[in-house]
């Protein structure tokens, strides 16, 4: 009679281990956007669905892993926070893979990359660096590559305001707040083509610096090797595939894939 309990409470043990680790299996992975809009690349619509290029690429690059997938806002400046308290999975918000984010954690391969730009008024004219900004008031956005390169470039040089959105500081520099704004260069092409950017211009792209990093890639926690290795092993996939640059064309007019 004892044994028969015992062989029934192993089964009945085995049953919640086997249910956990399905529950476990049919999670979806949490894909982590930025809350504020970033046109082209991520864009909340009133129906409250996203768009853009990299909604496109977590779709494409969910069915090619074969994988349930969702799509979570975060605040920018707490997105790495969130990933390491285990709120969100995989960060796919722009992020360029830096030395200095590697000290945090892990990131996939590159899955584009793009110039850093300036943006300013039309009648403005950037041709050295760094003689052609000194003096001027520059808005950037916080904890992006552009606000490292600018704190350890120009701080001495110019006055850097730093926003907590880059909406913020496209806001100011329409209004004549800021004299000029540095950020990524392919959304800051789409910015400028908007009607309340009318007078401003894509002034000039900044020469490469190690601070910018090694394109753009999906932010992991350095423990989820196995999602890391099949998130590569997509991405690869796709930068081979025709949809990456029809997106990239159909997004950008140019190619955004990485040399990295």
Not at 53 to 73: G, H, P, T
Not at 94 to 103: C, G, I, N, Q, Y
Request: hydrophobic letters at 40%; charged letters at 25%.
């Amino acid at each position: 009679m004892g044994n028969r309990r015992l062989a029934n409470w192993m089964t009945g043990v085995a049953c919640v281990l086997l249910a956990g680790m399905s529950a476990a299996q049919a999670a979806p992975i949490r894909f982590a956007v930025a809350a504020e809009p970033y046109p082209p690349y991520t864009e909340k619509q009133a129906n409250g669905e996203w768009k853009g290029f990299e909604v496109d690429l977590i779709r494409k690059l969910c069915n090619e892993m074969k994988a349930e997938c969702e799509i979570k806002e975060v605040a920018w400046d707490g997105i790495i926070p969130s990933l390491l308290a285990k709120k969100i999975d995989v960060i796919f918000s722009s992020m360029s893979v830096t030395a200095e984010r590697e000290k945090q954690i892990a990131f996939s391969k590159a899955y584009y990359d793009s110039a850093i730009a300036v943006v300013g008024p039309k009648n403005t004219t950037i041709s050295k660096f760094p003689d052609d900004l000194k003096g001027k008031i520059i808005g950037v956005q916080n904890s992006t590559v552009s606000a490292s390169y600018l704190k350890a470039k120009y701080e001495k040089i110019a006055e850097v305001k730093y926003y907590d959105t880059q909406d913020s500081a496209n806001a100011d520099l329409i209004s004549g707040r800021i004299d000029l704004m540095m950020a990524d260069g392919t959304a800051m092409a789409a910015f400028v083509k908007t009607a309340d950017a009318g007078n401003l211009a894509y002034l000039a792209t900044v020469p490469y610096d190690p601070i910018f990093g090694k394109g753009v890639g999906a932010g992991l926690r350095k423990d989820d090797t196995e999602l890391k290795a099949k998130l590569d092993k997509a991405i690869t996939s796709l930068l081979a595939s025709k949809d990456y640059d029809e997106l990239s064309q159909n997004y950008f007019g140019t190619s955004v894939k990485p040399a990295f």
